[in-house]
């Protein structure tokens, strides 16, 4: 089975300072961990993954994931947020031996950048 | 630019009703699923599909069906609509995994439903 906690549901920063969204992860095989992110009214986009690859994972618009496997994490960072980061994010694992194509969500963090 | 489409923004039913609500993706996916997302709940799978006529149980398929005909298109089907399936559902498509990893899903815009 496989399972995913995002810690936060919300996280509020200030425009220019770090972003950490932090999620842990449970599986019993080897993860497959992306990040998603959904502004207001629009479908998911993704940010970036892990696939067994470089540990730390650079995505898109400066956000960047390292996945850490001792401590099951698999933390989103941003050096300095921007207003427009301002969105829900999910993290999702999906496992190979799984039923094909099913993959578990966290429940979203909701991130507000204050000016 | 990769597109999964899906019928409706927004969508006001009644109790009772037959919806439906159709994505389609032009990136020629064999794997299509329907989520629906619920506030603190995150996404809930409905259902998947791996191939033409091909379907599986996500984890809340009780009342909803699924449909498909032909591979860009994935229909989700309420047979008798009730004020608890009011939600955003949202439609996603994926190339198969591979030997090692998953590959990312493609999400449609969602439809915000509402059951009267």
């Known amino acids: 089975a496989q399972s995913v906690t995002q810690l936060d549901s919300h996280v509020s920063v200030s425009e220019g300072t770090p972003v950490l969204l932090r999620c842990n992860y449970s599986s019993s095989y080897s993860p497959s961990l992306f990040w998603y992110v959904q502004h207001p009214n629009k479908g998911l986009q993704l940010l970036l993954k892990y696939t067994s690859a470089a540990t730390l994972v650079k995505g898109i618009n400066g956000f960047e994931a390292e996945f850490k496997k001792s401590e099951t994490s698999f933390h989103l960072t941003k050096p300095s947020a921007h207003m427009s980061d301002a969105a829900e994010y999910f993290c999702v694992v999906s496992v190979l031996n799984t039923n094909a194509g099913k993959s578990t969500f966290g429940d979203g963090t909701t991130l507000t950048v204050k000016p | 630019d990769v597109k999964v489409t899906q019928s409706s923004r927004y969508l006001v039913k009644r109790t009772g009703e037959k919806v439906f609500l159709e994505c389609v993706q032009d990136?020629?996916?064999?794997?299509m699923f329907w989520y629906r997302q619920d506030p603190g709940l995150g996404l809930r799978l409905i259902y998947f599909?791996?191939?033409?006529?091909?379907?599986e149980k996500g984890d809340i398929p009780e009342g909803y069906s699924v449909s498909r005909e032909k591979k860009e298109r994935f229909s989700l089907i309420l047979e008798s609509a009730s004020t608890n399936q009011t939600s955003m559902y949202l439609c996603?498509?994926?190339?198969?995994?591979?030997?090692?990893?998953?590959?990312?899903?493609?999400f449609g815009p969602g439809t915000r439903l509402t059951v009267l």
């Open positions: 599909s791996y191939d033409v006529k091909m379907k």
């Open positions: 996603a498509s994926s190339s198969p995994a591979g030997q090692v990893h998953y590959n990312e899903q493609f």
């Open positions: 990136m020629d996916h064999e794997n």
